[in-house]
C-alpha cells in the first residue's frame, strides 16, 4: 500500500502529506481547492512530464515522494525487480520526483539516481489514475481484447499463441536463411570443388617444405658435402689421431686426481661432455654418409614441388597449415551441399507443422473469445447500468484480423498473427434504447466513459492491480442518489487493496474508510494548500458542507448534519455518525 505521499513546492502546495490506509479514501474539497494536485502528483510519479512551471513561486526546486509498502504483494515485488529495482527487505520502496528551475530534474529511487524510462515503467506498475477522460483508453485497440481476455481468464491461451508464433517465425526464419545460403553454394560449388581438389592433389604434409629445402641444399651441393662430412668424421672417429681417442686420454689421465681439486674436476667434467658430443656428432655424420643420394628425385622434380608450395600459399594467401585447413573446410561444405536437399526437406517440414500448431492455438483462442463473448458483455451491462447507465447495451465482438498475407486461416479468412492472436476484439455501447451502437468514445459523455471505464476495470479483477488508485471524480455529471452505485463499486475495487477517490458528492464521499479534506489559506501572505484527516465529527461536517445551500452558509445547518450522519449510518458508518452528535 502507500504509506505516505509528500508534495513540496508544487504549485500552492508548501509542504503537503497524505497517509492514506487500506481500503478506500475519500478526498473533498471546495471547488479549487487544490484537489488536483494530489492527481498531478501522482501523475509525476507514474513518469508524466514535468514542467518548469509547476514549481512554486520563489522556489528553485519543487518534488514530490511516496513511500510504498510492497511487503503484501509478491507479484509487484517481482514486477519491479524485473525492472532492476530491489525494494529493501521490510518490501518498502521509495519513489522520489524533483523538478528543477535551472538544469534538469532527478528521479530518485530508495535514493539512488534512476532514469525517467524506469520510473516510467515502475510509476506504471504502481499507480493507476483513472478521470473522466478515459476515451482514449476505451478506443485503444488492445482495451476490448484484454478485458474479454482478462475476465475469461485466457492468458494460458494467449502464452500458448505467443510461443507457437515465436517458434514459427525461428524457424522460418532459418530456412529462408539456408535456402539463401544453398542458392549461394550452388553458384560457387563448382569453385569450392576445383579448390577442394587442387589442394587435396598436391597432398601437402606441413614439415614437407623445410625436408624439400634440405633436399635441393644436398642435390646442388652433393660432392662439397659428401667430403666434407668424410672429413669430418675421420678427424672424429677414424684418422690417424681420431679426437675421440685424444679426448679419452686427457680423461683417463685426470680421473685419478680430478677429486683432489675442483678446477681439475671441473676440466674433467667438461671432457666428459666433450667425448659425448663428439660421440653423437660421428653417428650423425656416419648417418648422413649412409643415407646420402636416398631420395630418387632429382634436383629439377624437387624443385618443381617445392614451387608448387610457394604457388599455393601465394593463390590461397594461406601458411601451409592453413592450406590444410581450408582443405577441411571446403570438403565439409561439399559433404554439407550434398545432403542440403534432405536437411531443406527436414526443415521446411518442422516450420511446417510450427505453422500448423500456430494456427491450431489461433484457433482455440478465437473460439475461447467467440463464445465467451456475449457472457462478458452480458456481465458488463449487469455491472454498468446500476452506474446511471439504465439503458445500456455492451456489445463485444471478435473478428478475424484479416489479412491476405496472414499466417494463417481463422473461418476461411487469412489473417495476420500477433502475441495476442489473430482476431480483431471491438468494444461498441448504446447508451439510449432506440439509437446507434458504436465506439464508446463516439457514443458516450466524459462522466458516462468514466463510469463505463470504472465498472469494466472492476469487472475485469485483473492479476496485476497496481498499488493503489486514484478515481478523479468519476461521479461527475451524476446526482446524489444516482451515484451510490458508483460508491459502492469503488469501494468493492479497493477490498483488500488501496484507492483514492476525489468527489464532489456526498453519497459518494460517506463510502470512504478514511475521508481527508483539501483547503487553502494564507500563511505570511501566501496561499497554501493544507490536507486534514477528517475525526467523525469534522466528516461530519465535511458531509453537511458537500450538501450545500444558503442555509449551510448562514449557520441554519441541522437537516444537512441529520443527512450526513444518515448517509454515514447507510454506509456502514453508524459508529461514527453517533459518536459525532
Not at 58 to 77: Q, T
Not at 100 to 111: C, F, H, K, S, Y
Not at 375 to 386: G, Q, W
Amino acid at each position: 500500500m502507500l504509506l505516505e505521499l509528500r508534495i513540496g513546492n508544487l504549485a500552492l502546495a508548501e509542504d503537503v502529506v497524505l497517509r492514506p490506509g487500506p481500503g478506500l479514501t475519500m478526498l473533498t474539497g471546495e471547488t479549487g481547492a487544490g484537489k488536483s494536485l494530489i492527481v498531478g502528483a501522482l501523475g509525476l510519479l507514474a513518469g508524466g512530464r514535468a514542467e518548469r512551471g509547476q514549481i512554486r513561486s520563489g522556489e528553485d526546486e519543487a518534488w514530490v515522494e511516496a513511500v510504498c509498502d510492497l511487503s503484501a504483494r509478491p507479484d509487484l515485488i517481482a514486477a519491479v525487480r524485473k525492472l532492476g529495482v530491489t525494494p529493501g527487505a521490510d518490501g518498502l520502496l521509495v519513489l522520489r520526483r524533483e523538478l528543477r528551475r535551472e538544469g534538469r530534474g532527478r528521479v530518485l529511487i530508495d535514493g539512488r539516481l534512476s532514469s525517467q524510462a524506469v520510473i516510467e515503467e515502475l510509476g506504471g506498475l504502481l499507480f493507476a489514475i483513472q478521470s473522466q477522460d478515459q476515451k482514449r483508453e476505451l478506443a485503444a485497440g488492445g482495451f476490448a481484447r484484454d478485458l474479454l481476455d482478462d475476465v475469461l481468464d485466457l492468458a494460458a491461451a494467449r502464452e500458448g499463441v505467443a510461443t507457437a508464433l515465436q517458434r514459427d517465425r525461428d524457424l522460418a526464419q532459418q530456412l529462408a536463411r539456408r535456402r539463401e545460403e544453398q542458392a549461394q553454394a550452388v553458384e560457387q560449388l563448382d569453385m569450392w570443388r576445383f579448390q577442394c581438389d587442387e589442394l587435396r592433389r598436391a597432398n601437402l604434409r606441413e614439415d614437407e617444405e623445410a625436408e624439400l629445402a634440405e633436399a635441393i641444399a644436398v642435390k646442388r651441393h652433393a660432392r662439397a658435402m659428401l667430403e666434407a662430412a668424410s672429413a669430418a668424421r675421420d678427424l672424429l672417429d677414424t684418422g690417424r689421431t681420431p679426437a675421440r681417442d685424444l679426448i679419452g686420454r686427457a680423461q683417463a689421465g685426470l680421473a685419478p686426481h680430478a677429486g683432489r681439486s675442483a678446477r681439475l674436476e671441473a676440466a674433467h667434467q667438461q671432457l666428459t661432455v666433450a667425448a659425448d658430443a663428439v660421440a653423437d656428432a660421428s653417428s650423425e655424420l656416419e648417418r648422413f654418409l649412409d643415407g646420402f643420394g636416398d631420395d630418387p628425385r632429382d634436383l629439377d622434380e624437387l624443385q618443381e614441388r617445392k614451387a608448387l608450395y610457394e604457388e599455393l600459399r601465394r593463390k590461397y594467401r594461406r601458411d601451409v597449415p592453413g592450406l590444410l585447413a581450408l582443405a577441411d573446410t571446403l570438403e565439409e561444405r561439399l559433404a554439407r551441399h550434398d545432403g542440403a536437399d534432405r536437411e531443406l526437406d527436414a526443415l521446411a517440414a518442422e516450420a511446417a507443422a510450427a505453422r500448423g500448431e500456430l494456427a491450431s492455438a489461433c484457433l482455440a483462442l478465437h473460439e475461447h473469445r467467440r463464445r465467451g463473448a456475449p457472457r462478458v458483455a452480458a456481465d458488463a451491462e449487469a455491472t454498468l447500468r446500476p452506474l446511471a447507465l439504465p439503458e445500456l447495451d455492451v456489445m463485444l465482438t471478435v473478428e478475424p484480423a484479416a489479412d491476405p498475407g496472414g499466417e494463417v486461416a481463422i473461418e476461411g479468412v487469412r489473417c495476420r498473427v500477433s502475441q495476442h492472436g489473430a482476431d480483431r476484439v471491438g468494444l461498441a455501447v448504446r447508451t439510449n434504447a432506440g439509437e446507434a451502437a458504436g465506439p464508446v468514445a463516439d457514443i458516450a459523455s466524459g462522466g458516462e466513459a468514466a463510469r463505463i471505464h470504472l465498472g469494466l476495470t472492476v469487472l475485469r479483477q485483473t492479476r496485476r492491480r497496481p498499488l493503489i488508485w486514484l478515481f478523479d471524480e468519476v461521479d461527475a455529471g451524476l446526482g446524489m442518489d444516482a451515484a451510490t452505485p458508483v460508491a459502492l463499486l469503488l469501494r468493492r475495487l479497493a477490498e483488500g487493496s488501496q484507492a483514492l477517490c476525489i468527489t464532489h458528492l456526498p453519497t459518494v464521499a460517506a463510502h470512504g474508510a478514511q475521508h481527508w479534506r483539501v483547503g487553502k489559506r494564507v500563511v505570511s501572505g501566501r496561499t497554501v494548500i493544507e490536507l486534514q484527516e477528517l475525526d467523525p465529527a469534522a466528516r461530519v461536517q465535511e458531509l453537511a458542507r458537500q450538501l450545500g445551500g444558503e442555509g449551510w452558509r448562514q449557520g441554519d445547518d441541522a437537516a444537512q448534519t441529520r443527512y450526513a450522519r444518515d448517509l454515514l449510518a447507510a454506509a456502514g458508518h453508524g459508529r461514527e455518525a453517533r459518536g459525532s452528535s
